[in-house]
């Protein structure tokens, strides 16, 4: 049987309506009762599984080979999608959610997901919630860096007092009116800023605190349940 196309239906655009799920709650009741679904079909078969360990003992182990590989899978599900895909400037701008009870919760904020999908849903839902954490912790994590790294923050700091010097320098003899001998002093600068960077280490220590906080984002996204939005900025107003 083929419906006709009906001309009063409307085309909801997928960042809108994805909107419109966020600011109803309805993602907070797809990932809980997507939980629930999951725990009562474990129950389920745990119990099955049970009743018939009496007459074999080679379906109980294969259950929990199979329930054991599908964990394994959905970990590494984690870390083959892109979590930024949802991601926009305007997550940035946003007040920063609290720490305690908004980002960190409580020991029942915490699951493990249930299927790829639910992870997927989870990790872009949090990153788009938490960006503004998620930034913060990439901060101190790369402070921590170059603090057990004392020569990569020498290094970063006479980088960014060769810049300074150039601009004090620039503005005094007025290389403004040289543009050619500015282009000339810039590439300089640049080439010698590559050179104190990479003798100093100071791209081992962004690459450790880019893995590091990559690491956390990832995992905390994916084992975060999903909270109601317009509790945690009741929260945050407090």
Avoid at 47 to 59: K, L, M
Avoid at 64 to 71: C, E, G, K
Wanted: proline share 5%; net charge positive.
């Amino acid at each position: 049987m083929v419906f006709s196309a009906n001309p009063l239906s409307l085309s909801v655009p997928e960042p809108a309506f994805e909107s419109w799920l966020r600011d109803s709650g309805y993602l907070e009741v797809l990932d809980q009762k997507t939980s629930e679904l999951h725990r009562l079909s474990s129950g389920a078969t745990s119990t099955s599984t049970s009743t018939a360990a009496s007459s074999s003992t080679t379906t109980t182990a294969t259950g929990i080979v199979v329930s054991l590989f599908s964990r394994i899978l959905t970990f590494l599900s984690i870390f083959t999608f892109n979590p930024f895909s949802k991601l926009s400037a305007d997550d940035f701008s946003g007040q920063t959610p609290p720490w305690t009870t908004g980002f960190v919760g409580s020991s029942d904020s915490y699951s493990f997901p249930s299927s790829p999908s639910q992870a997927r849903l989870r990790v872009c839902e949090n990153v788009k919630r938490y960006a503004r954490n998620y930034a913060s912790l990439f901060i101190v994590f790369f402070a921590c860096s170059l603090y057990q790294m004392p020569i990569a923050l020498v290094g970063l700091i006479s980088s960014l007092a060769l810049w300074d010097v150039f601009k004090f320098c620039s503005e005094k003899w007025g290389l403004d009116q040289y543009p050619i001998i500015r282009q000339c002093l810039i590439r300089v600068a640049q080439c010698v800023t590559a050179v104190i960077l990479i003798c100093s280490n100071v791209q081992m220590a962004l690459f450790c605190a880019l893995g590091v906080s990559y690491a956390g984002m990832v995992l905390h996204a994916a084992f975060r349940k999903l909270s109601p939005t317009k509790q945690q900025l009741r929260e945050s107003r407090r």
